[in-house]
């Protein structure tokens, strides 16, 4: 089955910093590749997603790269703000099952 | 819309208890899905329901069963409580199919002593 590793499980940056997660994951079938951020006590929820189809997608100060031959994929969050700290979990998905990161932690200090 | 529901939102039993988590969904999602969320480990996948009528097993499917009772409803039983099943579950639905966005419901979080 599918297998998604994720690094670094810790990330502290300073306010406006970057912050740069990056998973690889081991089924050449997966095509859908979600990122989702948990606050304290709540539920997931999806921030971006790319399909196998595309290289990279940005969402205001969020982006997301895949390289394909390689199977990572990276999550780019620019200007970082203290509301950015969070947990955030990436995915892979076929179309049977998706599979999850063990997660990042990020804190963003101000 | 209510979205994705579950309850109960708190649970503790005892070691050998049974009890059934309930999720629901609004959206008329076909495909639903239940995960564990273990401290370090990220979501694990339990058991899905591709449509209404099917379940298959996950990563970790030891220790439950499911049942699609409708297109809405998708409950998780355990059927004898163990500490290795205390973790907070979640529920999850998608329009179709695993490769869509994954909708989740505010979780359980259940304590088995």
């Known amino acids: 089955g599918e297998n998604v590793e994720q690094h670094p499980s810790t990330l502290s940056v300073q306010e406006g910093d970057s912050a740069v997660i990056k998973c690889t994951y081991s089924?050449?079938?997966?095509?859908?590749f979600p990122w989702y951020k948990q606050e304290l006590g709540k539920r997931p929820q999806l921030i971006i997603d790319?399909?196998?189809?595309?290289g990279e997608k940005k969402d205001q100060r969020i982006a997301v790269t895949l390289n394909k031959t390689a199977k990572h994929f990276s999550l780019h969050i620019t200007e970082t703000q203290p509301e950015d700290s969070a947990v955030y979990f990436c995915?892979?998905?076929?179309?049977?099952?998706?599979?999850f990161g063990a997660g990042t932690r990020l804190t963003v200090k101000p | 819309n209510a979205g994705v529901t579950q309850t109960p939102k708190f649970q503790v039993l005892k070691t050998g208890q049974s009890m059934t988590l309930q999720c629901a969904q609004d959206?008329?999602?076909?495909?639903m899905y239940w995960y564990r969320q273990d401290p370090g480990m990220g979501l694990r996948l339990i058991y899905y329901?591709?449509?209404?009528?099917?379940?298959d097993k996950g990563e970790v499917p030891n220790g439950y069963n499911v049942s699609r009772l409708n297109k809405r409803e998708f409950s998780l039983r355990l059927e004898s409580a163990a500490p290795s099943q205390t973790s907070v579950y979640f529920c999850?639905?998608?329009?179709?199919?695993?490769?869509?966005?994954?909708?989740f419901g505010p979780g359980t979080r259940l304590t088995v002593l």
């Open positions: 999850a639905s998608t329009l179709d199919l695993a490769d869509n966005e994954q909708f």
């Open positions: 089924d050449s079938a997966s095509n859908y």
């Open positions: 790319i399909r196998s189809n595309v």
């Open positions: 995915a892979a998905s076929n179309i049977r099952d998706m599979r």
């Open positions: 959206m008329n999602h076909n495909s």
């Open positions: 329901s591709a449509s209404e009528g099917t379940t």
